[in-house]
T-cell receptor
Framework: GAGVSQSPRYKVAKRGQDVALRCDPISGHVSLFWYQQALGQGPEFLTYFQNEAQLDKSGLPSDRFFAERPEGSVSTLKIQRTQQEDSAVYLC?????????????FGPGTRLTVL | AQSVTQLGSHVSVSEGALVLLRCNYSSSVPPYLFWYVQYPNQGLQLLLKYTSAATLVKGINGFEAEFKKSETSFHLTKPSAHMSDAAEYFCAVSDRAAGNKLTFGGGTRVLVKP
């Protein structure tokens, strides 16, 4: 079956623009995660959904970042008034259920470049 | 708070030689530990995971890792490197107290020389 997909794969934005990044998780997966991966670093947690409920948004770096998953499947990460420090790869991952030992399946990421 | 440290941001090995990637973790509860591999312009792929069963864990592509509680380590090894092993490798710990978000190390990039 299909894996996690993300769109767009690449996004270039001018500083101050708003962007929306989409994640399509594996069908039936309950948990969905967003991570931010800066160049040369490991991914860092942004936020977590269990179905449509956003249970943890402690990793969102500022109130310019907003995520939603209104129907418990597709998720969108929105960044308002983008800044150069927002340039990174944004990874989405989904997991079958809430068990900590379950594998998270990652999408290919969206590379955001803010000029 | 949990943390993961990967010693060595870059490792160079000859084809056929042992691959050893080091990972140390800090966790207030018995951890679940993972190794992921990332090829250029791709997402992360799970190599193996430790979930409190056997301490020696075998994964895909000939990789294995050993959980050592006394050393708080989860080092990744492969007896014989192949050119296709050139990639970046990430060790991660699962936060069992807060959903199962992953905390990653900084990554180790592996270069395989012919």
């Amino acid at each position: 079956g299909a894996g996690v997909s993300q769109s767009p794969r690449y996004k270039v934005a001018k500083r101050g623009q708003d962007v929306a990044l989409r994640c399509d998780p594996i069908s039936g997966h309950v948990s969905l995660f967003w991570y931010q991966q800066a160049l040369g670093q490991g991914p860092e947690f942004l936020t977590y959904f269990q179905n449509e409920a956003q249970l943890d948004k402690s990793g969102l770096p500022s109130d310019r970042f907003f995520a939603e998953r209104p129907e418990g499947s597709v998720s969108t990460l929105k960044i308002q008034r983008t800044q150069q420090e927002d340039s990174a790869v944004y990874l989405c991952a989904s997991s079958l259920d809430v068990s900590s030992y379950n594998e998270q399946f990652f999408g290919p990421g969206t590379r955001l470049t803010v000029l | 708070a949990q943390s993961v440290t990967q010693l060595g941001s870059h490792v160079s090995v000859s084809e056929g030689a042992l691959v050893l990637l080091r990972c140390n973790y800090s966790s207030s509860v018995p951890p679940y530990l993972f190794w992921y591999v990332q090829y250029p312009n791709q997402g992360l792929q799970l190599l193996l995971k430790y979930t409190s069963a056997a301490t020696l864990v075998k994964g895909i592509n000939g990789f294995e890792a050993e959980f050592k509680k006394s050393e708080t380590s989860f080092h990744l090894t492969k007896p014989s490197a192949h050119m296709s092993d050139a990639a970046e490798y990430f060790c991660a710990v699962s936060d069992r107290a807060a959903g199962n978000k992953l905390t990653f190390g900084g990554g180790t990039r592996v270069l395989v020389k012919p």
